[in-house]
């Protein structure tokens, strides 16, 4: 019973080292407020509810990219596989600041982004993955990054890249983002030293009205039904994929 009693000593003490070896892994951290969910009608007639996913959904969110780690097409696999990596990081806090916003139809995982404050003042736009396709959800879901970014975080400055040519196409172009890539090394995004575009305060108040959409407060319905996340089971990036 005493050497029981010893080990259970020991395997205290080796907890408490544990935790404070945690400690020492996980970065300072801002304190961030709260992105106010929203609710979004889709060109098909469908409502997507935006709302900040939660640290205890990684599950859903990580089951949701894992297929996509192989689709080469429209560089399907690099973007997931690094969003994969990213709320990974923000789960085992390795990542300081991060956000994860879901778009959901009827709790289904329309679309992911993520994203991270690097001070009061200024954003890094990480990815946005859409899974369901031509009803402009990574259009939105991006916007309401940007929304959270600027109007809710009061960033000034919003660093931005672009891994695939309908990303350059979405964000480069159509919002018209300032490019800063002359000014390398002093000024770089944080994913490999892809050319950094930035949307400024003024110009993400000039793009807003026509960008961001969609209204609050979500009715307690429309809530409820994003309340847990659903796992697509159909994927249009792979033909006859069964989960």
């Not at 080990?7 to 300072?28: C, H, N, Q, S």
């Not at 879901?141 to 990303?167: C, R, T």
Request: proline share 7%.
């Amino acid at each position: 019973m005493k050497k029981q009693e010893n080990i259970g000593k020991k395997k205290g003490v080796y907890d408490m080292a544990l935790d404070a070896m945690e400690k020492t892994l996980r970065p300072p951290e801002l304190t961030l407020k709260a992105y106010p969910p929203k609710v979004i009608t889709l060109a098909s007639g469908e409502k997507m509810v935006v709302r900040e996913a939660k640290r205890e959904e990684v599950g859903a969110l990580l089951g949701t990219l894992y297929p996509l780690i192989g689709v080469p097409k429209d560089f399907y696999d690099i973007v997931a596989v690094r969003m994969y990596s990213e709320i990974l990081g923000w789960y085992r806090y390795r990542v300081a600041n991060e956000f994860v916003l879901v778009g959901t139809i009827g709790g289904v995982i329309a679309g992911i982004v993520t994203s991270r404050a690097v001070t009061p003042q200024l954003g890094m736009s990480l990815h946005t993955l859409t899974i369901k396709r031509g009803l402009r959800v990574g259009a939105q879901l991006f916007a309401a990054k940007m929304e959270h970014h600027i109007d809710i975080l009061g960033e000034d400055e919003v660093y931005i890249v672009a891994e695939s040519p309908n990303g350059f196409k979405r964000w480069m172009i159509e919002y018209q983002l300032e490019d800063r890539s002359a000014q390398f090394p002093e000024v770089r995004h944080e994913l490999g030293g892809v050319p950094t575009y930035v949307l400024t305060r003024p110009l993400w108040e000039a793009v807003r009205p026509s960008k961001c959409t969609g209204s609050r407060p979500v009715s307690p319905e429309d809530l409820k039904s994003s309340e847990k996340l659903i796992m697509p089971s159909e994927y249009p990036q792979i033909p006859g994929f069964k989960r």
